[in-house]
Each structure stands twice: as structure tokens, then as C-alpha cells.
Nanobody, 116 residues
Framework: QVQLVESGGGLVQAGGSLRLSCAASGRGFSIYGMGWYRQAPGKQRELVAATTSGGTTTYADSVKGRFTISRDNAKNTVYLQMNSLKPEDTAVYYC??????????WGRGTQVTVSS
């Protein structure tokens, strides 16, 4: 089982950038597809971006062209580069397996706040 720790969030003005990191511990990280998810207040958690174990990526329409997901299997880490941030990107961001495995526990997430 993989344990996940997210970092890199913060407060940024609209139009700014942030880079999130997700460090995974445990065995077998490289065989998992990984995704970044987010949950805004009062809303359901949603998938933002994902990468397969082979590096194929997919993005939510709302972030296409602005966010980039990448992974470094040697470091057991997945990243989310977020550019041109908008206030509606404000949320707690989590990483987890993709497709989501109910046996994979959620981390604490990292808060991203975009001011207008």
C-alpha cells in the first residue's frame, strides 16, 4: 500500500503559478497510475489531472493548457505544475491512485488559495 504526502500549496494571486508535489512511500509506486484531485468548499472531490504508469496524461477540461502533471519514479514523486491560476482553482489538492483505488488512503492534502 502506498502512503501519500502532498506539499507545495499556498496563497497566490490570480495569474500566478504553484508547483505541487506528492511524495509516495511504500512499494510499487511506479506501477500505479497517479492522479491529482481537488475539493473546493461545498463541492465534491474531482479529478484534475492523471498520469498512467507509462506516462500518458489526461486533464479535466477546466485545467487543460494550464496544469501539467508529471512523475519521477526514481523519487516516488508526482508533481502538478499549475500556471495561470484562477480563483476557481481554490481548493484542497490531493494525490492518489488513478483509477482511484478505495484501498488507497487519502493524505491530508495541500491548500491552494487563489486571490482575485
Amino acid at each position: 500500500q502506498v502512503q501519500l504526502v502532498e506539499s507545495g500549496g499556498g496563497l497566490v494571486q490570480a495569474g500566478g503559478s504553484l508547483r505541487l508535489s506528492c511524495a509516495a512511500s511504500g512499494r510499487g509506486f511506479s506501477i500505479y497510475g497517479m492522479g491529482w484531485y481537488r475539493q473546493a468548499p461545498g463541492k465534491q472531490r474531482e479529478l484534475v489531472a492523471a498520469t498512467t504508469s507509462g506516462g500518458t496524461t489526461t486533464y479535466a477540461d477546466s485545467v487543460k493548457g494550464r496544469f501539467t502533471i508529471s512523475r519521477d519514479n526514481a523519487k516516488n514523486t508526482v508533481y502538478l505544475q499549475m500556471n495561470s491560476l484562477k480563483p476557481e482553482d481554490t481548493a484542497v489538492y490531493y494525490c492518489n491512485t488513478f483509477p482511484f483505488d478505495v484501498a488507497s488512503p487519502w493524505g491530508r492534502g495541500t491548500q491552494v488559495t487563489v486571490s482575485s
